[in-house]
């Protein structure tokens, strides 16, 4: 049976936990929009349940070169029955005319994301901003396995859209680009963390190998024949 001590303050305590609740809740989320670094804000795609999918995003405009990254992350428990260690992953990107497609590969970090991710960054350069609209996105794992057996997994595409602006060739200074030996160096670093020596673009087939003579091909993939494809290191 309720006293009359239960029945005044039962309610106002009641009252209380839950603004006590909600005060918490808005201060964290305050406090963690407030603590958010630049590698938060970065756009990000994640790959987990054999979906690919955006999880954040920021404007990406027209011309844009190297002022932003996109982030991956890449659960390792979808990738089970592949060898992490020897992983490569080919990063295909179809332009918003549908007619041209960049094709590059991640080069994932030694350590892992929460124990849980392998993670890569790519610059946001003009290769894939130079016409505004609809791009789209999508992976290609592989590897090979002791058996000398090319292994690969191709996601879904998901889109990304570059928002229009001006041009800006007219007016950036030749000299404020890219040192183009240092560009060199890194791309030589990038191949020499990897099983994949060099690839070859054929039409719609990209073929891999493990040699820069092309000699030992590790295997073949063939890309959608509705788009003309070249690395992404073919222009700026």
């Known amino acids: 049976m309720k006293t009359a001590f ?3 303050l039962c309610p106002l305590f009641a009252d209380y936990f839950t603004f006590s609740t909600c005060y918490v809740f808005v201060l964290r989320t305050f406090v963690t929009f407030l603590t958010q670094t630049e590698e938060d804000k970065l756009n990000t795609i994640l790959y987990r349940d054999r979906v690919l999918l955006r999880t954040l995003s920021s404007p990406i405009y027209q011309n844009e070169n190297r ?8 659960s390792v428990d979808d990738l089970f029955e592949f060898d992490t260690k020897s992983l490569n992953c080919m990063l295909c990107i179809t332009l918003p005319n549908g007619q041209e497609g960049k094709v590059t590969f991640l080069d994932f970090e030694d350590t892992l994301y929460f124990d849980r991710y392998l993670v890569a960054h790519i610059p946001v350069t003009k290769t894939f901003t130079k016409l505004s609209g609809t791009l789209s996105i999508n992976l290609i794992f592989s590897y090979e396995d002791s058996y000398k057996l090319f ?6 595409n998901i889109t990304l859209s570059v928002l229009e602006t001006s041009s800006t060739n007219s007016f950036i200074d030749p000299d404020e ?17 990897s099983k994949i020596s060099c690839i070859d673009i054929d039409g ?3 073929h891999f190998y493990s040699n820069s003579e092309k000699t030992e091909r590790l295997g073949t993939v063939v890309l959608p024949e509705d788009v003309v494809w070249t690395t992404m290191e073919d222009t700026e």
Do not use: C, G, W
């Open 67 to 74: 002022a932003d990254s996109i982030k991956f992350l890449v």
């Open 151 to 156: 292994h690969y997994l191709p996601t879904n």
């Open 6 to 8: 239960h029945r005044i």
């Open 204 to 206: 719609h087939t990209v």
């Open 177 to 193: 680009t890219t040192n183009p030996f240092t560009e060199m160096a890194q791309k030589l670093d990038t191949l020499e963390k």
